[in-house]
């Protein structure tokens, strides 16, 4: 009886043995949390008496555009997303939100990324024809960039988003402010005074 036991334990532990070899297994990767401290520009940013926050940055590929916040912009810690970030506070408590992103290549063009912030806002998304009535284009210090300007969100709560895609070498660049439509209303002339500071690298000789 002994005898016969051995082969069927060995072909019992031979299909287990298969069953692990096949096995999947799955792993759920955690997201990645915003450093704790603020980048040496965004310390520079809040520093007594600064009336500007000069930041540079660098991409991937070398450095990247630089620019001046206004003072009354509040610098926050830098996230693995983010180029810059900025928040703006009203006597209210009320809170607007400037990002800063870069990314390779168009990320699918003008009219995808345009319809991307309207459906951040509840707003539908536009048709290829409509985009041209629905950006401004403007050209400062050597770089094209192409603005919009749009009201969604509930009617007792409406958001508004001002944006500027800037294309830089082989990247593009995304400058947004999104908040309560009458915060960003009041922030529209620093806003704007902002893309004038935007400038690219100085070329190396």
Not at 3 to 25: E, M
Not at 42 to 70: D, I, K, R, Y
Not at 76 to 97: N, Q
Not at 179 to 188: H, I
Request: contains cysteine; charged residues 15%.
């Amino acid at each position: 009886m002994r005898h016969r036991l051995l082969p069927l334990l060995a072909l019992t532990a031979l299909g287990l043995t298969s069953c692990r070899d096949t096995q999947i297994t799955t792993y759920r990767v955690p997201k990645e949390k915003n450093p704790t401290q603020p980048s040496a520009p965004a310390a520079a940013a809040n520093a007594p008496g600064a009336t500007m926050a000069n930041t540079a940055v660098t991409t991937a590929e070398g450095p990247g555009l630089s620019w001046s916040a206004p003072a009354h912009w509040t610098n926050k810690p830098a996230s693995a997303m983010r180029k810059g970030s900025y928040a703006i506070t009203d006597d209210t408590g009320a809170t607007a939100d400037l990002s800063i992103t870069a990314f390779p290549g168009d990320v699918g063009g003008d009219l995808a990324n345009v319809n991307r912030w309207r459906g951040q806002i509840q707003l539908p998304p536009l048709a290829a024809t409509e985009l041209a009535s629905a950006t401004t284009h403007l050209e400062a210090n050597g770089l094209h960039f192409t603005t919009v300007d749009f009201t969604g969100g509930p009617a007792a709560t409406p958001q508004r988003v001002l944006g500027a895609i800037v294309p830089l070498g082989n990247a593009t660049w995304f400058f947004k402010l999104t908040g309560p439509a009458a915060l960003v209303a009041r922030e529209q002339a620093a806003f704007a005074s902002f893309l004038q500071t935007i400038r690219a690298p100085r070329p190396t000789s």
